[in-house]
């Protein structure tokens, strides 16, 4: 297995919705956010906007993009700035390819990219605290809960907002839905 990360081509975008159907698939193995799975996958003009690295299986070694028929996507992840800061707008992996470092590989090719547009930057994310593959695994990464009390202060007017919509949009009592950074990536 040969894993590759670049910049995502515009004819790749609609592909990304199947990767984000079957990385939500695994909200199913918990009851109270199954809902999850039916959650709309993100439009292709908002990833548009965004700065997106897609994770590909190469089985050529090959690193040009029109070598379609022999490279699968895998996984993508998609970066925005918010407030000036670097934010994770999404990490999606292939059920099938999640638990083998893919994840890990496109969360520091954003990390990486993060630096290069900003310097030391600090990197931030909205997600479920608790659930494993979502605030425990980024935690694992480094990343840390920002306070309710200091999302507007610590990340901006804007994180706040945004927080307080993913909030409406994830409405799961029993699992809290948080902001979380990594201050200062370093090389």
């Not at 809902?35 to 997106?52: K, M």
């Not at 893919?102 to 630096?115: D, I, P, S, T």
């Not at 425990?136 to 202060?153: A, F, I, N, Q």
Request: charged share 20%.
């Amino acid at each position: 297995m040969t894993i590759s990360i670049r910049p995502a081509i515009a004819t790749e975008l609609p592909l990304l919705a199947a990767i984000e159907v079957s990385a939500a698939s695994c909200f199913a193995l918990l009851p109270e956010l199954e809902s999850e799975c039916d959650y709309p996958t993100l439009p292709i003009e908002l990833l548009r906007q965004f700065e997106v690295f897609v994770a590909v299986n190469d089985t050529t070694g090959a690193r040009n993009a029109t070598l379609a028929t022999e490279r699968q996507l895998v996984g993508f992840i998609a970066l925005r700035l918010l407030d000036g800061t670097p934010f994770v707008a999404k990490v999606s992996v292939l059920r099938q390819w999640q638990q083998q470092g893919v994840g890990k590989a496109l969360l520091r090719q954003l990390e990486a990219r993060a630096r290069e547009i900003c310097g030391q930057a600090t990197i931030s994310l909205t997600t479920y605290r608790d659930v494993p593959w979502n605030g425990v695994w980024y935690s694992r990464m480094g990343y840390k809960e920002v306070l309710d009390e200091d999302v507007g202060t610590v990340l901006g007017a804007e994180h706040f907002a945004l927080l307080s919509r993913s909030r409406l949009a994830h409405n799961h009592e029993a699992w809290a839905w948080v902001a979380m950074a990594k201050p200062a990536v370093l090389r």
